[in-house]
């Protein structure tokens, strides 16, 4: 079993629709990562959070530190977002700063 | 203010063949990451940086993978010989870090896809 699941492992969606993708993760972490990644390899970082919820724009981001699980949700969705989401998790007693992935959600959203 | 720089983007070399990466990391950030990424899968880490010392390098096949940060800024990655299962892309990514465990919001650069014939 992975240390970090994300699930669905492929989402397609129709433009302006609200969008899920979970991460549950089984080692005890600091903080978690959202990241986005275009084809051609490039990644940014959405979020970091440790607890609660963040917000950027139609971007929302959640973390159960109990229940080990976060989401990224996205509103209003856009062919834009297509791209590939990834979960991170790290900063934990064994991992210290290295970051453990998941294997990513890749998102379509058609027009 | 510039990111992750990294170079060259893309990489065609035949196996056996020497290959070299090259990362500028952005002003101040001390802690440099190399990762390996292959196809459908996440990052996974090679070797962390703290300034010029290699401080997690436990991932990395030293028979074949080498990498240095002389002045704790720029870093280079090497893979000599290069074999067919090290086609992938290689990230650098950098965080302001710390030496104590403390770790922070890593940036990532574009990453070298690496293509081995």
């Known amino acids: ?111 | 203010e510039a990111g992750v720089v990294q170079s060259p983007r893309y990489k065609i070399i035949e196996k056996k063949q020497p290959v070299a990466f090259w990362c500028n990391p952005i002003s101040g950030h001390n802690t440099l990451y190399w990762y390996r990424q292959n196809l459908g899968q996440g990052p996974e880490l090679l070797i962390r940086y703290e300034n010029e010392e290699a401080v997690d390098d436990s991932q990395l096949p030293k028979d074949r993978f080498s990498a240095e940060r002389l002045k704790g800024v720029d870093s280079t990655l090497k893979i000599q010989p290069a074999e067919l299962g090290d086609s992938a892309v290689y990230l650098c990514a950098s965080s302001l870090g710390g030496v104590h465990g403390h770790w922070g919001e890593q940036f990532f650069g574009p990453g070298t896809r690496l293509t081995v014939l």
């Open chain 1, 1 to 111: 079993k992975n240390e970090v699941e994300q699930s669905p492992q492929n989402l397609t969606a129709q433009e302006g629709e609200f969008i899920t993708i979970n991460c549950s993760y089984s080692v005890g972490i600091s903080a978690l990562h959202w990241l986005q990644q275009h084809p051609g390899g490039g990644i940014v970082s959405l979020f970091m959070l440790s607890s609660g919820k963040k917000k950027h724009g139609r971007l929302i981001a959640t973390i159960n530190i109990q229940e080990k699980h976060s989401s990224l949700h996205i509103t209003a969705s856009h062919p834009r977002d297509s791209a590939v989401y990834i979960c991170a998790v790290g900063g934990g007693e064994t991992s210290g700063s290295r970051l453990t992935f998941g294997e990513g959600t890749q998102l379509t959203v058609n027009p």
